[in-house]
T-cell receptor, first 115, second 113 residues
Framework: DAGVIQSPRHEVTEMGQEVTLRCKPISGHNSLFWYRQTMMRGLELLIYFNNNVPIDDSGMPEDRFSAKMPNASFSTLKIQPSEPRDSAVYFC?????????????FGPGTRLLVL | GNSVTQMEGPVTLSEEAFLTINCTYTATGYPSLFWYVQYPGEGLQLLLKATKADDKGSNKGFEATYRKETTSFHLEKGSVQVSDSAVYFC????????????FGTGTQLKVEL
């Protein structure tokens, strides 16, 4: 079975540009999570969806970040405008349900560098 | 609030040595506890989990026991291999909080021949 798919795997952009990260969750999974990983702050949950509806976006850093899930098989995380401090690895994860003990399955990540 | 504290790394061991990575947590109620592993350049993978007190999770020779009395979930392996070199993350999932995960800062393990 295909796991969580993320694209692009690497992105280099200049400050001020729009960046769009994409995620395809595992088929049949109802929950989707976006995380950011940096050396300074570790792994941070940015937002998560259940049945395509955003449930908790309290981790989204500021208005420059937005996330959508138009259907069960696709989600985007957009940064506009991007800044050098947004440089990080962004992970998408999915799980079968919003349920205690449920495992999250992570994608390979998108490594973003903003110059 | 919920939090996870892990021992700082890097931890450097010789092959076949015994491994312990400490993890303690703060949470109300009875959270589920997880260990995830991240190999270089990859995403996180579930290593093992435990959903109630005194449960032992195990996988690939790794074990961790959910200790409610000490709020701990220490990771152990009797004999590490070079291929175990990775970053290990302890995480908790609170009761009644959907399945949001709170992660520790990660512990890098380096195993040398």
């Amino acid at each position: 079975d295909a796991g969580v798919i993320q694209s692009p795997r690497h992105e280099v952009t200049e400050m001020g540009q729009e960046v769009t990260l994409r995620c395809k969750p595992i088929s049949g999974h109802n929950s989707l999570f976006w995380y950011r990983q940096t050396m300074m702050r570790g792994l941070e949950l940015l937002i998560y969806f259940n049945n395509n509806v955003p449930i908790d976006d309290s981790g989204m850093p500021e208005d420059r970040f937005s996330a959508k899930m138009p259907n069960a098989s696709f989600s985007t995380l957009k940064i506009q405008p991007s800044e050098p401090r947004d440089s990080a690895v962004y992970f998408c994860a999915s799980s079968l349900a919003v349920r205690v003990g449920e495992t999250q399955y992570f994608g390979p990540g998108t490594r973003l560098l903003v110059l | 609030g919920n939090s996870v504290t892990q021992m700082e790394g890097p931890v450097t061991l010789s092959e076949e040595a015994f491994l312990t990575i400490n993890c303690t947590y703060t949470a109300t109620g009875y959270p589920s506890l997880f260990w995830y592993v991240q190999y270089p350049g990859e995403g996180l993978q579930l290593l093992l989990k435990a959903t109630k007190a005194d449960d032992k999770g195990s996988n690939k020779g790794f074990e961790a026991t959910y200790r409610k009395e000490t709020t701990s979930f220490h990771l152990e392996k009797g004999s590490v291999q070079v291929s175990d070199s990775a970053v290990y993350f302890c995480a908790l999932q609170p009761t009644g909080g959907g399945n949001k995960l709170t992660f520790g800062t990660g512990t890098q393990l380096k195993v040398e021949l």
